[in-house]
Nanobody, 122 residues
């Protein structure tokens, strides 16, 4: 699975940005797609995720401001970010989770995009 992100940039406090991620390869094996972010000096954290059945999950810090969505084919996921704050400044990464289940075991594979910079000025 290969992931390509787009849509990052510089925006003022209170502004909006929309991030997009397109997956290619064995997309039928994808279980969940997510957006993570990593700010300088901090650990990478989950921002939002969406399963292939449409279930969503958000970090408390972005609830009510960010919306994750996917296309019908399931190979693209967007993150609409509204009411942006300086603390949202980070590199945002798209993630695809593939779960392979056999009789013996269940194995998870994580695939990552290259990251896109989001900077919110105060």
């Amino acid at each position: 699975v290969q992931l390509v992100e787009s849509g990052g940039g510089l925006v003022r406090y209170g502004g909006s940005l929309r991030l997009s991620c397109v997956a290619s390869g064995r997309i039928a094996d994808i279980n969940t797609m997510s957006w993570y972010r990593q700010a300088p000096g901090k650990e990478r954290e989950l921002v939002a995720s969406i399963t292939m059945r449409g279930g969503t999950n958000y970090a408390d810090s972005v609830k009510g401001r960010f919306t994750i969505s996917r296309d019908v084919a399931g190979n693209a996921v967007d993150l609409q970010m509204n009411s942006l704050k300086p603390e949202d400044t980070a590199v945002y990464y798209c993630n695809a989770l593939v779960i392979v289940t056999t009789i013996e075991r269940k194995t998870e594979f994580n695939y990552w995009g290259q990251g896109t910079q989001v900077t919110v000025s105060s």
